[in-house]
């Protein structure tokens, strides 16, 4: 099942830097690619069915840490 997020972020900078971060996140057929706008990231993987999938937790923790929120 694919799931998909978009993150933003204040500055281009740091949505650059978690586009950059963000694939290299160990998850099933992990797409990262700008947005909306340039501050912002959208992220596609797929989401593991019938077990625990860390993979969002991941996302918002590394988002959080460079002053991103989730919008979607």
Known sequence: ???????QFDTEM???????TVKHVDADGLRAKFGQTDHHVSV??????GEFDE???I??????ELGGIEVS
């Open 44 to 49: 596609k993987y797929t989401y593991i069915v």
């Open 55 to 57: 993979t969002l937790s």
């Open 59 to 64: 996302l918002d923790d590394l988002a959080r």
């Open 14 to 20: 740091s949505a650059y830097r978690f586009l950059n």
């Open 1 to 7: 099942m694919e799931n998909s997020v978009e993150f």
